[in-house]
């Protein structure tokens, strides 16, 4: 079942290949031409240009600030402040591990950890492996499920982290690789 | 006419996580099998039903007493609809749902008294229909056909009604404030940030009962004379966003926003702005200037955003909950409000619980029931049978309430006696084996990523902190670390520009307090154990 976890997430694999935006690119034009180039929209138009591109690279920042008549150096201080603005382009596998405190409380340290090592991944190292990168959340507001995972937009619930055979099951069904030899 | 049986499958997110759509599409199937059509048996789907850990939930109403089911499979859709018919026989011993069913009569559901909640679970979040048949919007209209902005602001304050975002302050307050600024344009804005780990009550809200919030921001808005508003929603609630925005453009197409509402004189511009992953805009001057499209780092106050807000124009900010429990409060008057809760803390508060407790989901109580209620015989205990260690409350403002304090009334200004504070609603209970240093690591770890960098004592000083935390963690800590921690908490505490500064030694300071024998023991023991549970 998808959880369309916030389009806009930095976790969510929106199935594009990340590009390098050509020049003024129309999308990105249409985009601020929808919101009528107003300067309060800048986030709501970096959160769409992002879903098209897969990230904000430079130059979708340039025609952001070109089209919306803003500094670049606005743009690119709102970009940079805000967590789910990726400003490298993400690799194609996503995981967000919640380290919330109802996720942490029920042992959420412990699914990040079994991640690291089944991928060979460490935590909250955008790069990953190239293809799989794992980062942590601090709570998605499913703290009635703790501990959850969040695998390429889809939310996994109670993680049976006191079963490790049955957590590993419950990651090799996500489709996480197995990299590392235990 | 709602036919006469009608079954009530939550389709908030934490039961879809569950699969409570493929559920419902087989309770439909299992329907058209028994050969019965949607007027012979209605198939709603609903918000929260509360008890979320263990979902899906689906309850069925009918001529006979509700009856509630959790956990339950595709599979037994058949079943499902049998025991949900009029003429199905009482469960006896050869019940097939036996294991699924929930008693309505247990702590958990009898103790509750929704106010805020009282639509969730009962409407479906997706149609304006259902909502106004459940009397939604009622208010609002008798409030402007009827009520002056003055008489209004006075139910609202009889009512005692404060600030459900963490701070309390008085509503009617607040509201009297923007009210009576200079004439101009004014806005209204919900915060609907809920940033704090451990909460989900206004997600839950959103995702159930959209219109309810809607109404009580429209009612706010005449009473402030605003005529524009935003709801500032974290964009890591999707379907809360989508059913928000789905619900302003039904409101909008029934003239229930827009001009002249009710051929009245107020009209009423109502939009979503979605956050970006920042904690700290939940704070209301960083929000403000987030909703402006600029980086949402805090201001000084005052002026305060009742007097200068969203371009510079008076601003009503609140709390989602806030909103939400206005159209009850002007339905049943404010005294009727007041009567409920404790003598400085009116009403009901809804609370989000999780942890090491065996009922997760949302709480709805008077203000002033005993935490003990709550976590023991709401929550049902820690799932082992062990006793509870504590409970933390407040998310990263707040603090850990040991055991022994239990039995402390819920309101605002015991929870601070004890260090700790309201915070918006979040209990996560602790058991035994967390160790109590570690979760000050834990928050202080979330302090150092969220800090917006403004202030330098903030900034650098919880960095600090989580260094010195990690000697205790690491049980490598030293008796001077001990007085350094303690001096290094009042000196964030104390020159902090926001909240967030001000507020990130509390879970510090309040383990200290209650398990100082833990940092102590941290002290003597040999170094080089391994650190569980450490968050960078
Ligand atoms: C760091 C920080 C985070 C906050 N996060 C929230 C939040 O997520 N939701 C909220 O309603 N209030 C939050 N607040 C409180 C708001 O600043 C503000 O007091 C509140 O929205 C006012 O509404 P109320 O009077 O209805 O509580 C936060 C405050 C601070 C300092
Ligand atoms: S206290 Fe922290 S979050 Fe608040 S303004 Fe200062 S640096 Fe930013
Ligand atoms: S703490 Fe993990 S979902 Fe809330
Ligand atoms: S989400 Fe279904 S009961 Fe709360």
């Not at chain 2, 600090?464 to 007085?483: G, P």
Request: net charge neutral; charged share 20%; with cysteine.
């Amino acid at each position: 079942m998808a959880w369309a976890l916030a389009s806009k997430g930095r976790w969510e694999n929106n199935g594009m290949t990340p590009s390098a935006a050509a020049s003024t690119d129309p999308r990105i034009a249409q985009v601020i031409r929808r919101h009528g180039a107003r300067a309060d929209a800048l986030i709501e138009v970096l959160h769409q240009v992002q879903e098209l591109h897969g990230y904000l690279a430079p130059e979708s920042l340039r025609d952001v600030a070109t089209g919306m008549r803003l500094p670049l150096s606005r743009v690119h201080g709102v970009a940079s402040f805000y967590h789910l603005f990726r400003l490298e382009p993400p690799t194609a596998h996503r995981c967000a591990v919640c380290l919330g405190t109802a996720c942490y409380v029920k042992g959420g340290a412990q699914v990040a950890a079994r991640i690291e090592q089944r991928l060979g991944v460490r935590l909250d190292d955008p790069a990953g492996d190239g293809v799989w990168a794992l980062q942590h959340v601090s709570c998605l507001g499913a703290c009635g499920q703790a501990p959850v995972l969040v695998v390429d937009g889809e939310l996994m619930t109670r993680l049976p982290v006191d079963q490790p055979e049955a957590l590993d099951a419950r990651l090799e069904a996500a489709g996480l690789p197995q990299r590392t030899t235990t | 006419m709602p036919s006469p049986v009608q079954v009530r499958c939550c389709d908030a997110s934490g039961c879809r996580s569950a699969g409570s759509q493929a559920l419902r599409n087989a309770l439909e199937g299992a329907r058209d099998a028994a050969g019965l059509d949607p007027s012979q048996l209605t198939i709603k789907p609903v918000g929260c039903l509360r008890l979320c850990g263990s979902g899906p939930l689906v309850a069925c109403d009918g001529p006979g007493p509700t009856q509630l089911f959790g956990g339950m499979a595709p599979e037994q859709a058949g079943a499902l609809i049998a025991a949900a018919l009029p003429s199905s026989p009482a469960p006896g011993s050869g019940d097939p749902l036996a294991a699924h069913r929930l008693d309505l009569e247990a702590p958990f559901f009898a103790l509750q008294r929704p106010v805020v909640l009282e639509g969730c679970g009962q409407v479906d979040p997706e149609s304006i229909d259902d909502a106004i048949a459940f009397g939604t919007y009622a208010q609002l209209q008798r409030v402007l056909q009827e009520l002056s902005p003055e008489q209004v602001r006075d139910e609202v304050r009889r009512s005692g009604l404060r600030g459900r975002g963490g701070a309390g302050y008085p509503t009617g307050l607040k509201w009297d404030t923007v009210a009576l600024q200079p004439p101009g344009p004014r806005y209204v804005v919900c915060n609907a940030d809920e940033g704090d780990p451990g909460a989900f009550m206004d997600r839950s809200v959103l995702e159930s009962d959209p219109h309810r919030l809607i109404e009580g921001m429209a009612i706010a808005a005449y009473a402030v004379g605003a005529e524009r508003g935003f709801v500032y929603v974290r964009a890591e609630y999707p379907l809360a966003i989508e059913r928000l925005r789905l619900a302003l453009q039904q409101a909008r197409s029934r003239h229930l926003l827009g001009n002249h509402i009710h051929g009245t004189s107020f009209n009423l511009r109502l939009e979503v702005r979605v956050g970006a992953g920042a904690y700290v805009c939940g704070e209301e001057t960083a929000l403000l200037l987030s909703i402006q499209g600029q980086r949402g780092m805090p201001q000084p106050r005052p002026p305060f955003p009742a007097q200068s807000g969203l371009w510079g124009a008076p601003t009503l900010i609140n709390n989602v909950e806030t909103f939400t429990a206005v159209p009850a409060i002007l339905r049943q008057g404010g005294d009727w409000y007041a009567a409920m809760g404790t003598a400085h803390s009116k009403g009901t508060k809804v609370f989000a619980l999780s942890g090491a407790v065996v009922n997760t989901g949302l709480v709805e109580v008077p203000m002033g029931t005993s935490l003990r209620t709550v976590v023991e015989l709401i929550g049902g205990g820690v799932p082992d049978g062990s006793p509870i260690k504590a409970v933390q409350t407040g998310g990263p403002s707040g603090g850990c309430i040991p055991a022994e304090r239990l039995d402390t009334p819920v309101d605002y200004e015991s929870l601070v006696e004890l260090g700790s504070m309201m915070g918006s609603g979040g209990m996560v209970v602790m058991g035994q084996s967390t160790s109590m240093p570690e979760v000050a690591r834990h928050f202080m770890g979330f302090s150092v990523n969220e800090s917006c960098g403004k202030c330098v004592p903030c900034r650098a000083g919880t960095v600090q902190l989580a260094q010195l935390l990690d000697r205790f963690v690491e049980r490598r800590a030293t008796s001077a670390d001990m007085e350094r921690l303690d001096a290094l908490c009042q000196m964030v505490k104390v020159t902090s520009l926001c909240g967030l500064g001000q507020s990130a030694p509390n879970p510090v300071l309040s383990t200290l307090r209650w398990f100082r024998h833990e940092y102590e023991a941290a002290c003597r023991e040999p170094s080089g154990c391994v650190a569980t549970g450490r968050v960078r």
